[in-house]
């Protein structure tokens, strides 16, 4: 058995992690105009996870700030943007990877026919607008049980949803139901395990509609993450992040280890985007969101 202290703990390694930009920044063997440019580039991303942030998470900054602050760090997306927003975004060629603005939100979603004109119209307004950007997924929500069956709510949900997928076909653009917990943050939420997540993609039988995987939310409902993402990554179109409990940083304050649930993703060749919804609890949440970016940079 190898000695414990010749092996890096859990933590010293998000620490080795977190800390590597401030490391190379001090290499003494680089002339210092070299170490200030690299320091004003940002950090060097691998490239194997294409990085995205919810504006959400950072609406006390002005969007035009966001995204100057995102470009410098590498990312290449702002989720969860409605069509007003593209413009800023095309400005600093950044993309929305995730479009939002769905009428009904979270709560009044397609598991309720009353729903479905208002949210396939809205579709239909948009799709052609986010694939004219070249924008490849928008959002949409199952809605609340409010005492409905799940066999009911799987078979409005894909009735709503045939009526969508036709036009998303045809652009290139993929509708994806997100995965939300109905434990702490959206009590009654019908779409809140991945499992029902499949069987609905699996009754509407498209390339063009697939799951939006919380890892926050997933692992408040049912954690075993790694596992679960391995089973099912043919259904899954994108992921968002955020620190269990209580969805701050997700650094070694919190216990998802994100280093291994990433390389998880990157292993079922995934080429999507992995977005950032934590909410930053510190000073300055610029820092917080580079952090995260780069535990996530694997």
């Known amino acids: 058995m190898q000695a414990m202290n010749s092996k890096m703990s859990r933590r010293s390694a998000f620490r080795a992690i977190t800390g ?58 702002i989720d969860l943007i409605e069509v007003a927003d593209f413009p800023t975004i095309k400005k600093h060629d950044l993309i929305c990877a995730m479009v939002t603005g769905v009428p ?74 997100e995965l939300l917990n109905s434990r702490r943050n959206h009590p009654d939420y019908m779409c809140d395990r991945t499992a029902w997540g499949v069987q609905l993609r699996q009754r509407v039988g498209s390339e063009r509609f697939k799951l939006l995987f919380d890892i926050y939310h997933m692992q408040i409902m049912e954690g075993d993450l790694i596992a679960t993402i391995r089973e099912n990554h043919p259904h899954i179109a994108h992921y968002h992040t955020g620190g ?41 949440p610029l820092a917080s969101l580079r952090q995260g970016v780069e535990i996530c940079d694997v």
């Open 20 to 77: 590597g930009a401030v490391a190379l920044a001090a290499v003494s063997g680089l002339p210092r105009r070299l170490r200030a440019a690299d320091a004003a580039a940002g950090p060097k991303l691998k490239g194997r996870i294409h990085h995205s942030v919810c504006r959400w998470c950072y609406n006390k900054i002005p969007l035009d700030d966001l995204c100057k602050a995102a470009k410098e760090m590498g990312l290449e997306s």
């Open 104 to 177: 009904g939100g979270i709560g009044s979603g397609l598991n309720r026919k009353e729903n479905h004109d208002k949210i396939v119209q809205f579709f239909e307004r948009t799709i052609p607008v986010a694939a004219g950007q070249g924008y490849p997924n928008m959002i949409c929500f199952s809605g609340n049980r409010r005492g409905m069956s799940e066999e009911e709510g799987l078979e409005n949900c894909a009735l709503g949803l045939k009526r969508i997928v036709p036009l998303a076909e045809k652009h290139g653009v993929t509708l994806c139901m």
């Open 244 to 284: 269990v409990p209580g969805r701050g940083e997700i650094d070694d304050t919190q216990e998802i280890y994100y280093p291994a649930v990433m390389k998880a993703i990157v292993a079922t060749s995934f080429k999507g985007y992995v977005a950032q919804e934590f909410v930053p609890t510190r000073p300055d």
